[in-house]
């Protein structure tokens, strides 16, 4: 594998003067005063993205995503530092390519493809491939004005995308779309990726950035505040977004190596918890159907006038398959007081397809965890399901069948 | 930089069309206005001009001396003008795509300029036509106009692109433009002879670059003879001077420009 991607000690930092007047005396004095402070948006920003991988780049609204994504694109200049690209890139910034309000669908297709250097007899070839992928039918000689935003982006992926780039940049434009052509876009981008295509994702979708990407960076105040696997990134800037005033974000490495996220404010924690099986032991590995039981040990480290204790069960790539908490089972708990540590059992059947899953479980006031957060913990146990007892089936639920044939 | 060009010909040649098609989308006789327009022009200049109020120029005894006078000089005047007013906002009106997709900045105005040359050609062809009708046709000295439609071009061109990258930056130039093209036009002797302007006048005029590249093209069409030169030389000069510039400006701030807009 060749490096793709190379972004060394980059910076950018925009100039911001007092006035205007400034601007034109630091222009045309040819002494060095220096009449501007620089606001730095991006700070010492280093990754490297081999050909074929994805990178997900996570971050709050002025994280400095998007600038990051212009600088990596071309259409903005770092201030300092170095941005090494190999080969043919398509960006999708903005939700969009810039398309003409008045011109068609077609001409703004033929445009937008000059503009990313490929010559009229390139698109005239691929004209068709646009539209096919675009499916928007008839719109496609209309002017884009009359357009709604799904079919532009529509258009903008299939211009894009109409010829494979070696780097396919995408800046939040698929979740605009409605959810097939999320799928299609997505189908496509994967296609890509097995022929080599560098993906950078920004998103705010989580499944997206899970079920695509390779490596996450977590984007914070201009720095890579955190680097890693998908699903520990996401993990730990859901608990980013959850947090408030002095909460803390800690990550610990557990036995089987993955990193478990854990924040909240600590006035209660999850102190031990497992999944007992039908003859009471504590084991790892369920069949699939077995009857099973979650046992949670909170302990109490300050008085709480209400605890509510939530789980949810994750799949590997950390979608969520089933979620549901002591609030909705009707089981709050008022005025709890240090020392007084609560044990929950929670039985249920394991009709879970064969696979390894996560638990993971938040202990808050009201059923959201945004209200307040006493412990919010990710991966706080992993089990294996295995299929012993029935007949083969695929995906992640045991939906029992009973099949009939009438021959007529 | 013009390799860049080279490689991106389609491109500009693309923006020139949807120039056009822009301008005329929607209306019913399309790009017949472009021809309409200046036809128009040239009927008003010589209709009112010649047969109506019979205005002559001193020393032309032609009775159409004026009329070519004005045209010659408007022609010109509105190649500069095209050139000037729409390369000092072509960074902003295409803000839209700069933003989003990474290509050479430079194309745009090199489509602007494009645009205006084929602009002044297809009115250029129906003064020529009048001239052969009404029997004015300069003959040879015709040629002299291109090398001073080179200097002209490069003139604006420089200026156009030092104007529209500090436009980018400092919004007051878009305003002080339409002002200074305003000053300019009745500091140049396009609608009047430099000769009924008082002698210590008629210094200042020279001064202006203008002048120099309308005057050789009144001088060609109007008295069809060669112009002198030398005044469009140093028009030259100052044109590759200004082109420097432009591209020393645009070089230097190109990579700002974006995070302006």
Redesign the interface.
């Known amino acids: 594998m060749s490096t793709s991607i190379q972004v060394s000690n980059l910076g950018k930092g ?2 911001q003067y007092p006035n ?1 007047w400034s ?2 005396l630091e ?1 045309i004095i040819p002494t060095n005063r220096i009449r501007h402070h620089v606001k730095w948006i991006l700070k010492d920003i280093n990754f490297t993205v081999q050909a074929g991988q994805a990178l997900g780049i996570i971050g709050m609204n002025g994280a400095g995503k998007s600038t990051l994504l ?1 600088i990596i ?5 770092q201030t300092t530092g170095d941005v090494q690209i190999y080969g043919k ?1 398509a ?1 999708l ?2 939700l ?3 398309f ?1 309000p ?2 068609t669908g077609r ?1 703004n297709a ?3 493809g ?4 490929y ?2 007899a390139e698109i005239m070839d691929h004209m068709e491939n646009i539209e096919d992928f675009a499916e928007i039918g008839t719109a496609i000689d209309e002017p884009v004005r009359t357009y709604s935003s799904g079919m532009q982006v529509r258009l903008a992926f299939s211009v894009a995308t109409a010829i494979r780039p070696d780097v396919l940049i995408v800046d939040e434009a698929l979740s605009v779309g409605d959810a097939y052509f999320q799928h299609k876009s997505f189908a496509r981008i994967r296609e890509f990726r097995e022929q080599g295509t560098t993906l950078l994702l920004v998103s705010h979708d989580k499944a997206a950035i899970q079920s695509i990407c390779d490596r996450a960076i977590l984007l914070k105040d201009g720095v890579v505040f955190k680097e890693g696997k998908p699903e520990e990134i996401m993990d730990f800037y859901n608990a980013m977004i959850a947090e408030k005033g002095n909460e803390t974000v800690r990550q610990v490495a557990t036995e089987s190596g993955k990193i478990q996220t854990i924040s909240g404010t600590g006035e209660a924690e999850v102190e031990e918890i497992y999944l007992l099986n039908g003859k009471g032991n504590i084991v790892e590995i369920f069949d699939v159907g077995e009857s099973v039981s979650l046992r949670v040990k909170v302990r109490i480290n300050v008085s709480i006038p209400r605890l509510v204790l939530g789980y949810m069960i994750k799949d590997s790539l950390g979608q969520v398959i089933y979620g549901t908490n002591t609030y909705l089972g009707e089981l709050t708990e008022c005025d709890v007081e240090p020392g007084q540590d609560l044990v929950y059992d929670i039985k249920f059947q394991m009709n879970l397809g064969p696979g390894s899953y996560s638990i993971a479980t938040a202990l808050v006031s009201t059923d959201t965890h945004l209200a307040n957060n006493y412990e919010w913990r990710d991966l706080a146990l992993i089990f294996t399901v295995v299929n012993l007892t029935h007949t083969h089936f695929a995906g992640c639920v045991w939906l029992e069948s009973q099949m009939e044939v009438t021959r007529l | 930089m013009f390799k860049t060009i080279v490689q991106y010909r389609q491109f500009i040649w693309s923006c020139v069309k949807r120039e056009f098609q822009s301008r005329y989308r929607k209306s019913l006789l399309g790009s017949a206005w472009a021809v309409i327009n200046p036809l128009a022009m040239i009927i008003v200049y010589t209709v009112i001009f010649s047969q109506v109020m019979k205005a002559k120029l001193p020393g032309i005894d032609s009775t159409f001396g004026y009329s070519i006078f004005l045209c010659a000089g408007t022609l010109t005047w509105g190649l500069f003008a095209e050139i000037i007013g729409r390369s000092t906002t072509v960074f902003l009106d295409n803000a839209n795509i700069l933003k989003k997709i990474n290509f050479p900045r430079i194309c745009l105005p090199v489509a602007i300029i494009c645009t205006a040359i084929i602009n002044f050609l297809i009115i250029s062809f129906l003064f020529l036509m009048f001239l052969i009708f009404t029997g004015n046709f300069p003959g040879i000295e015709i040629l002299a106009i291109v090398p001073l439609l080179l200097i002209l071009i490069l003139f604006s061109a420089g200026l156009g692109i030092t104007l529209g990258v500090l436009n980018v930056f400092f919004r007051d130039v878009g305003q002080m433009v339409g002002i200074l093209l305003q000053f300019w036009f009745w500091f140049t002797p396009i609608v009047y002879p430099p000769t009924i302007i008082p002698i210590w006048a008629r210094g200042f005029l020279a001064w202006n670059p203008m002048t120099q590249i309308v005057r050789a093209f009144q001088i060609i069409f109007v008295e069809k003879r060669w112009p002198d030169m030398e005044g469009p030389l140093i028009v030259a000069v100052l044109s590759v001077g200004l082109c420097m510039l432009a591209l020393r400006l645009y070089r230097r701030h190109v990579g700002e420009m974006v995070d302006e807009l």
Do not use: P
């Open positions: 925009y100039k205007q601007r034109l222009w212009k694109t071309g259409t903005s200049y890139v960006a910034l903005e969009g390519m810039g003409h008045d011109f001409q033929i445009m937008s000059q503009l990313m250097g010559s009229l």
